[in-house]
């Protein structure tokens, strides 16, 4: 069931309410914002939400609703549901409520999904004791703007070394290797057997990869996630071109990682190394962008 919260209040003073007298009907009145709000989806995966409003009614209420809506692109209603009231305003004439609802970017509960270019309206209907009806509208408008990636690649490299090397001590311009990192989602596996030049290495535990010929364009959180979707999806072993003393071999590689987290970061395989005696290392830099909670506007 979805948390909403109508709070129906009686007011005394007749003076904070928009007066109608009985052969006009009821009046709904929002106080604030004039009844529109947007909802930033690159901001954050749910909005709270609250807005307050006032009914009047000279006949007196006979019933008092609230329709949410959920309006694709396009305009059509995917989902609708009636909230339930906290108090039965039947034979009031002057009320205010307060609708406090969570918007998820992802509602698995209630079955639906916002986009871009969605609404979600909520209608409140006031029938007074005459049958005269007055509908007020509460509309909240979904975006998703864009958001950019780091321009420079993270300070930090991500050296990794197999299992068999981890306990040497290996390093690569003063940075430790280790086996795997889970930010990029890559498990280093080392060399095969001295048959090749190349090291291996498979994505971690929940990750997933699409390699990508550019990165031109790649400049945005959702340009990796159009990239990711449109491309071929890796989650087994691969090789990656190293240099074994000497010997270029090494070939650079960019590619998507989705971690285990459902991030979506942007690496760029950046050096190889081979070395019997300073060790065999995979090298990364990384660019990922960074969301906070989204907030009512």
């Given at each position: 069931?979805?948390?909403?919260?109508?709070?129906?209040?009686?007011?005394?003073?007749?003076?904070?309410?928009?007066?109608?007298?009985?052969?006009?009907g009821p009046s709904i009145t929002f106080a604030e914002k004039d009844g529109i709000a947007t909802y930033d989806l690159s901001?954050?995966?749910?909005?709270?939400?609250?807005?307050?409003?006032?009914?009047?009614?000279?006949?007196?209420?006979?019933?008092?609703k609230v329709i949410q809506t959920i309006n694709d692109a396009e305009g059509t209603a995917?989902?609708?549901?009636?909230?339930?009231?906290?108090?039965?305003?039947?034979?009031?004439?002057?009320?205010?409520?307060?609708?406090?609802?969570?918007?998820?970017?992802?509602?698995?509960?209630?079955?639906?999904?916002?986009?871009?270019?969605?609404?979600?309206?909520?209608?409140?209907?006031?029938?007074?004791?005459k049958e005269q009806t007055e509908t007020k509208s509460w509309t909240v408008t979904i975006t998703e703007t864009a958001t950019p990636l780091p321009t420079a690649w993270n300070p930090t490299k991500v050296v990794l070394c197999s299992q068999s090397q981890s306990g040497y001590g290996i390093t690569y311009e003063g940075v430790a290797a280790k086996v795997?990192?889970?930010t990029i989602g890559v498990k280093c596996l080392g060399k095969n057997d001295h048959k090749?030049?190349?090291?291996?290495?498979?994505?971690?535990?929940?990750?997933s990869w699409v390699f990508v010929e550019s990165i031109e364009g790649?400049?945005?959180?959702?340009?990796?996630?159009?990239?990711?979707n449109n491309g071929t999806?890796?989650?087994?072993?691969?090789?990656?071109?190293?240099?074994?003393?000497?010997?270029?071999?090494?070939?650079?590689?960019?590619?998507?990682s989705k971690n285990k987290n459902g991030e979506y970061v942007l690496v760029d395989y950046c050096a190889g190394r081979l070395n019997t005696t300073s060790g065999n290392v995979m090298v990364f830099q990384y660019k990922m962008a960074e969301t906070t909670p989204a907030a009512a506007k």
């Amino acid at each position: 069931m979805k948390n909403f919260k109508i709070a129906m209040i009686l007011v005394a003073a007749v003076a904070f309410f928009c007066s109608c007298g009985g052969k006009e009907g009821p009046s709904i009145t929002f106080a604030e914002k004039d009844g529109i709000a947007t909802y930033d989806l690159s901001q954050g995966n749910s909005l709270t939400l609250n807005f307050e409003g006032s009914v009047t009614a000279e006949a007196g209420i006979e019933s008092l609703k609230v329709i949410q809506t959920i309006n694709d692109a396009e305009g059509t209603a995917v989902k609708a549901f009636e909230l339930p009231l906290t108090e039965d305003p039947a034979g009031k004439t002057e009320f205010t409520f307060t609708l406090e609802d969570v918007l998820m970017k992802v509602d698995t509960e209630n079955d639906y999904s916002l986009a871009s270019g969605y609404t979600v309206v909520y209608d409140v209907t006031c029938a007074d004791k005459k049958e005269q009806t007055e509908t007020k509208s509460w509309t909240v408008t979904i975006t998703e703007t864009a958001t950019p990636l780091p321009t420079a690649w993270n300070p930090t490299k991500v050296v990794l070394c197999s299992q068999s090397q981890s306990g040497y001590g290996i390093t690569y311009e003063g940075v430790a290797a280790k086996v795997e990192d889970e930010t990029i989602g890559v498990k280093c596996l080392g060399k095969n057997d001295h048959k090749d030049y190349n090291m291996y290495a498979e994505p971690t535990a929940g990750a997933s990869w699409v390699f990508v010929e550019s990165i031109e364009g790649l400049t945005t959180n959702e340009a990796l996630v159009e990239a990711y979707n449109n491309g071929t999806v890796v989650t087994s072993r691969t090789m990656f071109p190293a240099t074994d003393e000497g010997k270029v071999n090494f070939t650079e590689k960019y590619f998507i990682s989705k971690n285990k987290n459902g991030e979506y970061v942007l690496v760029d395989y950046c050096a190889g190394r081979l070395n019997t005696t300073s060790g065999n290392v995979m090298v990364f830099q990384y660019k990922m962008a960074e969301t906070t909670p989204a907030a009512a506007k």
